[in-house]
């Protein structure tokens, strides 16, 4: 049995759960509403405040399909709840990130400035010049976005230079040394 399968997603107050034809998930919080499909073999039940989700069969597609559909739910109703966010750190010598409106400016050595617009759903907030939070009810296009900030310049292990996350640890090399 899979071990967060087998857990039921517990329902919060504030949160409304619908279950439609071909396990259509629609999920409605106080923070939005997010709506996917879910995998067709796997049984979904609401059930006393919770949503409890079952497999077919012991086949592998159904065992992996379980903890996953699962985890779904319960990210879609940690969303709606609290949200996400992803905190990202750009270091560098003239590095630094601008916002106007809902366009994100980031100035990261290239000849031209990066120029990138928040996705729908998704909020990118600045802390100083150098902090960026990208926040949203959608863990999937959180990460994804904040992803997609980080590849314009991933950070390199010399200096250090580049965008982090900052969770991140950056493993750093030892530069060349000088002829004797």
């Not at 592998?60 to 750190?89: S, W």
């Not at 409106?101 to 729908?120: A, F």
């Not at 802390?127 to 310049?153: L, M, S, W, Y």
């Amino acid at each position: 049995m899979s071990r967060i399968g087998k857990l039921p997603v517990e329902i919060p107050a504030g949160v409304e759960i619908n279950l439609a034809e071909g396990n259509l998930l629609t999920v409605k919080g106080p923070k939005g509403t997010l709506e996917r499909k879910l995998a067709d073999d796997m049984n979904i039940a609401i059930e006393a405040g919770h949503v409890v989700v079952t497999r077919p069969s012991d086949l592998k597609k159904h065992r992996a399909l379980h903890g996953l559909t699962r985890t779904l739910i319960f990210n879609m109703v940690e969303g709606v709840t609290k949200g996400y966010e992803k905190l990202l750190e750009i270091n560098g010598v003239g590095y630094r990130a601008a916002k106007q409106g809902n366009k994100l400016t980031l100035t990261l050595g290239y000849s031209h400035p990066v120029e990138m617009i928040d996705p729908e759903g998704i909020e990118t907030v600045l802390e100083g010049q150098n902090k960026i939070t990208v926040k949203g009810i959608d863990k999937e296009k959180v990460g994804q976005f904040a992803a997609e900030i980080r590849t314009k310049r991933p950070p390199e292990p010399y200096k250090g230079k580049g965008i982090k996350y900052a969770s991140e640890h950056i493993r750093r090399k030892v530069g060349k040394t000088g002829k004797k």
